[in-house]
Nanobody, 119 residues
Framework: QVQLVESGGGLVQAGGSLRLSCAAT????????MAWYRQVPGKERELVGF???????NYADSVKGRFTISRDNAKNTLYLQMNALKPEDTAVYYC?????????????WGQGTQVTVSS
């Protein structure tokens, strides 16, 4: 059993910063690509960005230059550093990980954490 536990969400003023964390817990697994998604009411979940196992990153145009994804493999943890936040960044943020365990790959989702950016 693997769980992705998110933390770091909250309320912040426009222009401020937040750092989200997503820790994978369990045993006998290895993590490949990890990603951040976000979702607002009435819209589909959208990809914010992802990071490969060798730490190559890719970002959606809407967050490029403001958000930074990183990972700490020793801690099995994914991070999303969000700077220069805008009200339109308000969403529930979800982490996702492609995990190899028991000879197969499985995608796991975190529980989601609310980020609210006030104007």
């Amino acid at each position: 059993q693997v769980q992705l536990v998110e933390s770091g969400g909250g309320l912040v003023q426009a222009g401020g910063s937040l750092r989200l964390s997503c820790a994978a817990t369990g045993s006998a697994f290895s993590i490949r690509t990890m990603a951040w998604y976000r979702q607002v009411p009435g819209k589909e979940r959208e990809l914010v960005g992802f990071i490969s196992s060798d730490e190559a990153t890719n970002y959606a145009d809407s967050v490029k230059g403001r958000f930074t994804i990183s990972r700490d493999n020793a801690k099995n943890t994914l991070y999303l550093q969000m700077n220069a936040l805008k009200p339109e960044d308000t969403a529930v943020y979800y982490c996702n990980a492609k995990i190899f365990r028991n000879l197969k790959f499985t995608f796991y989702w975190g529980q989601g954490t609310q980020v609210t950016v006030s104007s």
